[in-house]
């Protein structure tokens, strides 16, 4: 994926001679991930209380205008 490339982001693939990732081992990696950025985002609202409740009110008159 060449745009990929432009966009500074590395492509990656399988690599030679590396055993194939198991489902098991990337759903434990994204719950991880998830439970980081969850954990991140967390602090960044108490560092942050202004923004964060800002963000919250956003959010919420987002989901209230939203048409199912």
Do not use: C
Request: charged share 45%; net charge positive.
């Amino acid at each position: 994926m060449p745009d990929q490339e432009r966009q500074g982001r590395p492509v990656r693939g399988p690599v030679p001679g590396e055993p194939m990732e198991s489902d098991a081992e990337r759903r434990r990696r994204r719950a991880l991930f998830l439970r980081e950025l969850t954990e991140a985002r967390e602090l960044r609202a108490r560092v942050q209380p202004r923004r964060a409740r800002a963000a919250r009110m956003r959010r919420q008159m987002r989901m209230r205008t939203f048409r199912w």
